[in-house]
């Protein structure tokens, strides 16, 4: 069983940065794949980024890719989303998700789900 929570969102200008943080429980979480997702009000849950659970792995969705940069540190059972050059676009809840699957990840599926933390990039 692993529990996830998520921090750092905010409000902030088109151009700017923020930082999130998943934080997770359970003393097996360096064996999940890592990553984010995002909902926008209206639309669909969209996969945003994932890490492999060495960290050795990345793949980011092309919206996000050379702006946003995903890491984690096994010591502190945490991973990152670093967001760069932040649009308006870029306004949603954001989820942190682990799962075994890092091949497939990006099918929405992922095993333990947080509760998300809200990103609003005004312009």
């Known amino acids: 069983q692993v529990q996830l929570l998520e921090s750092g969102g905010g409000l902030v200008q088109a151009g700017g940065s923020l930082r999130l943080s998943c934080s997770a429980s359970?003393?097996?979480?360096?064996?999940?794949?890592v990553g984010w997702f995002r909902q926008a009000p209206g639309k669909e849950r969209e996969f945003v980024a994932v890490i492999s659970y060495r960290g050795s792995s990345t793949r980011y969705a092309d919206s996000v890719k050379g702006r946003f940069s995903i890491s984690r540190d096994n010591a502190k059972n945490t991973v990152y989303l670093q967001m760069n050059s932040l649009k308006p676009e870029d306004t949603a809840i954001y989820y942190c998700?682990?799962?075994?699957?890092?091949?497939?990840?990006?099918?929405?599926?992922?095993?333990?789900w947080g509760q998300g933390t809200q990103v609003t990039v005004s312009s």
């Open positions: 359970g003393r097996t979480f360096s064996r999940y794949a």
């Open positions: 998700a682990a799962d075994f699957r890092y091949d497939s990840y990006e099918s929405g599926t992922a095993a333990y």
